[in-house]
């Protein structure tokens, strides 16, 4: 069974940065896509940022690009997405999620989520 865990949420002002951080237990996810989502309050949970089993390839919404950068570290099977330059619209829960399958980005694995508040 995959198990993720987020952490590095937390309150910060507009302009400011923050680096989430993924760690997964139960399997190795070098050869699995991985990504990360987003649910802000009264809305539903939205793509934000997905990178490849090889860290080669990555992609972003365009609400965050430029802004966000998302990098994994398969020797410690964690993934992480550096967050530059919040604002209060970055405000949400942000989900990591991890493919149930190699070689694809069939999200079958999620976090419990870690709040992200970006005051004006």
């Known amino acids: 069974q995959v198990q993720l865990v987020e952490s590095g949420g937390g309150l910060v002002q507009a302009g400011g940065s923050l680096r989430l951080s993924c760690a997964a237990s139960?399997?190795?996810?070098?050869?699995?896509?991985m990504g990360w989502f987003r649910q802000a309050p009264g809305k539903e949970r939205v793509f934000v940022a997905r990178i490849g089993w090889s860290g080669g390839s990555t992609y972003y919404a365009d609400s965050v690009k430029g802004r966000f950068t998302i990098s994994r570290d398969n020797a410690k099977n964690t993934v992480y997405l550096q967050m530059n330059s919040l604002k209060p619209e970055d405000t949400a829960v942000y989900y990591c999620a991890a493919a149930s399958r190699s070689f694809s980005y069939d999200y079958g694995y999620w976090g419990q989520g870690t709040q992200v508040t970006v005051s004006s």
């Open positions: 139960g399997r190795t996810l070098s050869t699995y896509g």
